[in-house]
């Protein structure tokens, strides 16, 4: 079930029209018929307000959206494979896209899976490139056909697998709306990208993101470092209230502040934890929320 799909039931559960559930969480009608149609997604408060209002945990909200919206029925797609029969180092440039769905599972290659309900011809205008060099694995996904990036972030969605056995480090660059990294274990992610939303769940390494634009995280769960390195950005990261980490605040004018429940509160991290949550950069602030 996506989150459109548990919204829609858990309002009509409670009771409440659209109506009287965009005046709980003091937005428009017209934005709870956006995330209930699944185009839009809602931001980091209010996905905590939800969260608070029917007495679910943000995992519970997103648990199943990873596999669901692989799992949704495209009109188009195009699926690229590339057996890999050692450990690597992932190189992958994406360009622009809607949304990025990055997992690993239990298996043997790399899967490139492109699709969306309005680019009928996403074989010829997307040429997806895998270079296997000695440790290293390259993929580009390159437009043709005049297809541009305002086109791909509207319209394309790209899901990545790799194999498990194989994940070395990974680096990533992508454009997206939003961007989810889910069932993975390995050394580092980092993460190149303009996004303004990231979910993290069941990851073990380093998560490096290099963004300067404002985000909302969402971490499901915490098991390494989140490292995040920006210029002249405020940005969120939600996790677990159960969560054990330290934080740091590294670079040039950079401020780190916590909140409880959309309130700002003292900070509530462990100094002697191994998982870090880190701000690095120039002038930008992380707000830690639970």
């Not at 996905?47 to 608070?52: C, E, P, V």
Request: aromatic share 6%; hydrophobic share 35%.
């Amino acid at each position: 079930m996506t989150f459109a799909e548990k919204l829609k039931e858990l309002r009509k559960q409670s009771g409440l029209s659209q109506e009287k559930l965009a005046e709980k969480l003091g937005v428009s009608r017209q934005a709870v018929t956006k995330w209930e149609r699944d185009t839009g997604v809602p931001d980091i408060d209010n996905i905590m307000a939800i969260s608070k209002l029917f007495d679910v945990s943000m995992d519970e909200l997103f648990s199943n959206e990873r596999s669901e919206k692989k799992e949704r029925d495209f009109l188009y797609e195009s699926v690229t494979e590339y057996d890999i029969d050692e450990p690597k180092i992932f190189d992958i440039k994406l360009g622009g896209a809607k949304e990025l769905v990055f997992t690993g599972y239990n298996g043997e290659k790399i899967r490139i899976h492109l699709a969306s309900n309005t680019l009928s011809n996403l074989q010829s205008d997307f040429k997806v490139k895998i270079d296997d060099v000695r440790k290293r694995i390259d993929v580009d996904v390159n437009r043709k056909n005049n297809v541009t990036e305002a086109i791909a972030k509207k319209e394309l969605y790209i899901f990545v697998e790799i194999p498990t056995p194989y994940i070395g480090k990974i680096e990533c660059a992508i454009n997206a709306e939003q961007v989810k990294i889910a069932s993975i274990e390995c050394n580092s992610i980092e993460l190149d990208t303009k996004t303004q939303r990231i979910f993290i769940d069941d990851v073990v390494g380093i998560v490096e993101i290099n963004c300067n634009l404002d985000m909302d995280i969402v971490c499901s769960s915490l098991s390494g470092n989140v490292e995040i390195n920006q210029i002249s950005a405020t940005s969120k990261i939600n996790i677990p209230k159960e969560s054990d980490f330290s934080s740091v605040a590294k670079g040039i004018g950079t401020s780190i502040t916590f909140e409880e429940d959309g309130k700002t509160v003292e900070p509530f991290d462990n100094p002697e934890s191994d998982n870090i949550i880190e701000l690095n950069g120039i002038k930008s602030e992380l707000v830690i929320s639970r």
